[in-house]
C-alpha cells in the first residue's frame, strides 16, 4: 500500500472512529484481509494485535461512563466519589484517600482486566516514569496498584483547576504573564528530560492550572524511556502514530521512533507557546490528514507577531527556532528555550539566531528544486524593488513641500527603526553559535556591540545612549567592569549632548556607573556619581518612574555606606529604597526590592543580626524565584549570602551542600574563571576551614586565588579576601610561615585598594598582628593592634566579638 493509500486510509478510520462503533469494526475487519495478503503492510504494522486494540479503544471510548455507586469498582483505601475524565489509555475518578482524608485522583487502566500485554506495560510504564519527576509543576504519584478483579491503577495528587487553554480562556493574563506561565512548564519538561522521560503529547489538555495558578504537566502515558535498555519496550511501531496532531513533532508525524527524543518535546512546547500568545495553531488543522501532514512538513508558521500585533519580534525568532522542522535547529533543551523566552521577558539579548536568507533559500531550493533558478531571480527582484520603494519614497517627501513635521518625524523614526534592525540582525548573524554556553555568547554579542554602537548611531545621539546604557548595564551584572565602565560614559557623553538633557536616563546611567565604582572601590568616585544622579532625579516630575528611579539610586546609596563600613546608615538607606517603592509590584520594582533586600542582609549580618539577615534573605529569595530565572546573576548571588549567614549560624552541612550546589551553577553560567566562580570557591573553602576540613578547604582557596590572580596588573579586593582567608587557615593550624605572608599581602593590598581608615584592612590587620604576636613581635602587633581598634569600634560597635578579640590580644602582649 502506498504512503498515500495509508493516509488515505487513516483518515477513513479517523471519520468513523467518532460514529457507530460497528462501523469501525467492520473497517478493521476489512483492513486485516488485506494486511493478510500484502507483506508491505505486514511490515509496517509489525503485529496485528494493534488493530484489535484500536477497535477496543473505539468500542470503550464510545460507550457510556460506567457508574460507580453499584460496586464495579472498588480500591482498598480510597472512596471513589465521580469519574473526571476519560482519555485514551485510562479513566480517572476523583476519590479521597481514607486514611488521611486527601483529595486524590486514581487513574485505572481503560480496558480492565481485558486489557492487553502491552496496555499493561504501557500502563506500568507510565506509573514508573511518572515516578522518577520530583517538580513543583509535575503531578506527582502517590499510589498503585491492582482492584480485586485485576485492573491496574494509579493514584495521584488531584488539582483542582482548568486545563491549560480552559485558564485562558476564563482569565484575560497579560503577555508577560503568558509568557510566566510557559517558563513553568518548560522547567517540568526539563526536569522530566533530566530523569530520561520523554512526554511525547504535550498539549493544553495536559496541563491543569491550579487555584494558584501554577501549570501542572500530567498524563505521562505516552511517556518515551530515554534510557537506552528500554527503547525496545517503548519501540513506535512503523506506522503507529502517539500524540495529538496538532501539537505533534514532524519527526513524529513520520512515524519515525528512532528520530524522537527531548527535541520532540520543544517542538511541542512551541506550538503549545504559539497558540498561548496568537489564539492560533502553527498550522492549518483543517482538511483531511493528508493535508495536515503535509502542511506541518512542508510550511514554515506565520511570524508570531502578524497575528498579535504586539509581540516582541524576538518571539517571532525564539518560536520559529522551537518550531524547526529539522531537530537539530531547534533548541535542544527545555531550559534553552526557557532562558530565551526569559530573556525576551526581560528585555536581554536572546541566543536564537535568525534564520539567514542563505539558509531559506536552501531550504526553498529542497522543496521545490526545479524552481530555484526562478525562486532566486523572484527573490532578487523583490530586493531591488524594495530599495527602489525606499529610494522613491525619500524622493517623493523630498519633492514634497507641503509635508509637515510629523511626517518628517516618521521618517527620522523610520530611519532609526530601521538601523536598530539592521544593527541587531548583523550582531545575531555574526556571533558564533560554536560558543559554549549561553553567557559566553552574550558576552560575545555585547563585545561586538560595544565596538560598533557608535559608528552606527553617530547621527542619533538619543539611540546610541540608550543602547551603550543597555550594553553598559549588562556588562556590570555580568561582572565585567572595564568594558562596564567604557560604555556607561559614552552613554552618558551621548545624553548629555542632548536637547533637553534625558534627565531620567542620564540619572539611570551615572547610578550604574556608581555601582561600577563601588564594585572597583573608588568609592569617593561613586560618591560624587551618586549625588549627580539623585539631583537629576529630584527634578523629575513625581511619577511611579520616579519613585522607581529614586529606589535605584538609594539601593546603591546604601551599597556605599556599607562598603565604607557605615552598616546601620546602610541598612537605614535601604529601608528608605524599600519605601520608596511601597505599593509598586510591577516586574522592575519587584527586583529593585529583593536587590535592597539583599543589601540590608549583607549590613545585618556585619553587625552578626544573623535570624534577620536569614529572614532578609529569604524574603528576597521568594521574590527572585518568581521574577528572576533559577541561574540568573541575581538569583545566585542571593543564594551565595544566605549559605553564608547559615554557616554563621551553625548549619555548616546545609551550608556546604547549597555552596556545592551554588558553584556547579555560576561555573554553568559564568563559566570556570568568573569572578563569580572564585567568590564561591573562598566562601566554600572558609566554610570547610571553619570545621576543620583543612586539606580540602586548601586545595579550593588555591582555584580562587589562580582565578582572582588572571589580571596580574589589576590586584582585585576579592583576591585580598580570599589570601586572608587562607592565611587565617595556616594560623589556626599553627602553620606560621605560611601564614604570615598571606596575611601580610592581604592587608596591604586591601589597604591600597579602599580609603582610608576602612574596616576591611583594619580586620585584616588584627589577623596579621596575631600571627606578628605568634612569633614574638610584641612591637610590631601591639601598633597594628592599637591603630585598628577604633576602626574597628567606628564601623562594628565597642561591644562586637572583633573588638572583643583586639582587647584579648592586647591583654596577652601586657602580660
Known amino acids: 500500500m502506498s504512503e498515500h493509500a495509508r493516509i488515505s486510509e487513516l483518515e477513513r478510520l479517523r471519520g468513523n472512529e467518532a460514529g457507530d462503533p460497528n462501523d469501525g469494526e467492520r473497517d478493521l475487519e476489512e483492513i486485516r484481509r488485506h494486511v493478510e495478503s500484502c507483506s508491505q503492510c505486514q511490515a509496517q504494522l509489525g503485529e496485528l494485535t494493534k488493530l484489535d486494540e484500536f477497535a477496543s479503544h473505539v468500542r470503550e471510548i464510545a460507550s457510556p461512563a460506567r457508574p460507580i455507586g ?44 481485558l486489557a492487553s500485554q502491552k496496555q499493561r506495560l504501557r500502563f506500568e510504564r507510565e506509573i514508573d516514569l511518572a515516578s522518577r519527576i520530583n517538580h513543583p509543576s509535575v503531578v506527582s504519584i502517590i499510589d498503585r496498584g491492582q ?37 513553568e512548564i518548560a522547567h517540568a519538561v526539563q526536569a522530566a528530560h533530566q530523569r530520561g522521560v520523554l512526554h511525547r503529547d504535550l498539549k493544553p489538555g495536559n496541563i491543569i492550572v491550579n487555584q494558584s495558578g501554577q501549570p501542572r504537566v500530567l498524563d505521562f502515558g505516552l511517556a518515551k524511556d530515554d534510557l537506552e535498555e528500554s527503547v525496545t519496550m517503548v519501540r513506535t511501531m512503523a506506522g503507529e502514530f502517539m500524540g495529538t496532531l496538532a501539537y505533534a513533532s514532524p519527526e513524529q508525524l513520520k512515524g519515525d521512533p528512532d528520530a524522537i527524543d527531548a527535541r520532540t518535546d520543544i517542538y511541542s512546547l512551541g506550538v503549545l ?94 522543496r521545490h528544486r526545479p524552481a530555484v533558478a526562478l525562486a532566486c531571480v523572484v527573490l532578487l527582484g523583490l530586493v531591488g524593488t524594495i530599495s527602489a520603494l525606499s529610494v522613491g519614497i525619500v524622493q517623493t517627501n523630498a519633492a514634497n513641500k507641503r509635508a509637515d513635521q510629523r511626517r518628517i518625524a516618521a521618517e527620522l523614526e523610520l530611519d532609526k527603526q530601521s538601523k536598530i534592525s539592521s544593527f541587531f540582525n548583523d550582531l545575531l548573524a555574526r556571533v558564533d553559535p560554536g560558543q559554549s554556553g549561553p553567557d559566553m555568547r552574550v558576552l560575545e554579542l555585547l563585545d561586538v556591540a560595544s565596538g560598533e554602537i557608535g559608528e552606527r548611531f553617530d547621527t542619533y ?71 549627580r544622579a539623585m539631583k537629576l532625579a529630584k527634578l523629575l516630575d513625581e511619577s511611579d518612574d520616579q519613585r522607581t528611579l529614586l529606589a535605584q539610586l538609594l539601593h546603591q546609596s546604601g551599597a556605599q555606606q556599607y562598603e565604607r563600613g557605615a552598616f546601620e546608615e546602610s541598612i537605614a538607606v535601604y529601608q528608605q529604597s524599600l519605601d520608596s517603592i511601597d505599593g509598586l509590584h510591577e516586574e522592575n520594582e519587584e527586583r529593585i526590592r529583593a536587590q535592597a533586600l539583599i543589601g540590608m542582609g549583607v549590613s545585618l549580618k556585619r553587625l552578626e543580626r544573623f535570624d534577620e539577615a536569614l529572614n532578609t534573605y529569604d524574603k528576597a ?195
Open 147 to 183: 482492584t480485586p478483579d485485576d485492573r491496574g491503577y494509579l493514584v495521584m495528587e488531584l488539582v483542582d483547576g482548568p486545563t491549560l487553554d480552559g485558564y485562558i480562556a476564563d482569565h484575560n493574563i497579560t503577555t508577560e504573564q503568558r509568557l510566566r506561565l510557559f517558563l
Open 273 to 366: 507557546l504559539y497558540e498561548l500568545l496568537t489564539g492560533q495553531l502553527p498550522h492549518d488543522m483543517g482538511g483531511s490528514i493528508e493535508g495536515v501532514i503535509r502542511r506541518v512538513l512542508e510550511q514554515t508558521p506565520k511570524r508570531p507577531s502578524s497575528i498579535n500585533k504586539r509581540l516582541d519580534p524576538d518571539l517571532d525568532v525564539v518560536l520559529l527556532q522551537a518550531l524547526e522542522h529539522d531537530p537539530a535547529r531547534r533548541y535542544q533543551t527545555a531550559d534553552a528555550f526557557a532562558e530565551d523566552v526569559l530573556a525576551v521577558i526581560e528585555h536581554r539579548p536572546i541566543n536564537a539566531r535568525r534564520a539567514s536568507m542563505v539558509y531559506q533559500v536552501r531550504k526553498f531550493a529542497r
Open 461 to 531: 545621539p538619543d539611540l546610541r545612549g540608550q543602547l551603550q546604557h543597555t550594553v553598559g548595564e549588562t556588562y556590570t551584572r555580568l561582572g565585567s567592569y572595564q568594558p562596564a565602565e567604557e560604555q556607561l560614559l559614552a552613554a552618558i557623553d551621548a545624553m548629555e549632548s542632548q536637547d533637553p538633557l534625558p534627565k531620567g536616563s542620564l540619572a539611570s546611567a551615572l547610578g550604574v556607573l556608581a555601582q561600577v565604582q563601588t564594585a572597583t572601590t573608588r568609592l569617593d568616585d561613586a560618591d560624587i556619581t551618586l549625588d
Open 70 to 113: 453499584d460496586g464495579t469498582l472498588q480500591i482498598p483505601g480510597y472512596e471513589i466519589s465521580h469519574e473526571v475524565h476519560r482519555g485514551g489509555q485510562g479513566i480517572v475518578y476523583a476519590a479521597t484517600q481514607q486514611s488521611t482524608g486527601r483529595q486524590v485522583a486514581i487513574k485505572v487502566l481503560l480496558h480492565g482486566s
Open 621 to 815: 529569595l521568594e521574590i527572585l524565584t518568581r521574577v528572576r530565572a533559577e541561574n540568573h546573576p541575581d538569583t545566585l548571588a542571593c543564594l551565595s549570602n544566605r549559605a553564608e549567614i547559615l554557616n554563621d549560624l551553625g548549619r555548616t552541612e546545609e551550608a556546604e551542600s547549597q555552596l556545592y550546589d551554588l558553584l556547579e551553577r555560576r561555573r554553568h553560567v559564568f563559566g570556570p574563571d568568573h569572578e563569580r566562580v572564585g567568590i564561591t570557591l573562598n566562601n566554600l573553602a572558609d566554610s570547610l576551614r571553619a570545621r576543620g576540613a583543612f586539606e580540602e578547604a586548601a586545595q579550593l582557596f588555591d582555584e580562587a586565588i589562580a582565578i582572582f590572580k588572571l589580571n596580574p596588573g589589576d590586584p582585585s579586593l576579592r583576591l585580598a579576601i580570599t589570601m586572608h582567608n587562607a592565611g587565617v587557615m595556616h594560623l589556626e593550624q599553627s602553620q606560621l610561615q605560611r601564614a604570615l605572608p598571606m596575611l601580610q599581602s592581604a592587608a596591604e593590598m586591601s589597604a591600597s585598594l579602599l580609603p582610608e581608615n576602612h574596616w576591611i584592612p583594619a580586620q585584616f590587620k588584627v589577623k596579621w598582628a596575631e600571627c606578628l604576636l605568634d612569633q614574638g613581635d610584641l612591637v610590631s602587633a601591639r601598633e597594628m593592634l592599637t591603630r585598628s581598634r577604633p576602626v574597628l569600634v567606628a564601623a562594628l560597635g565597642d561591644t562586637h566579638r572583633r573588638v572583643a578579640h583586639i582587647d584579648s590580644l592586647l591583654e596577652r602582649i601586657e602580660q
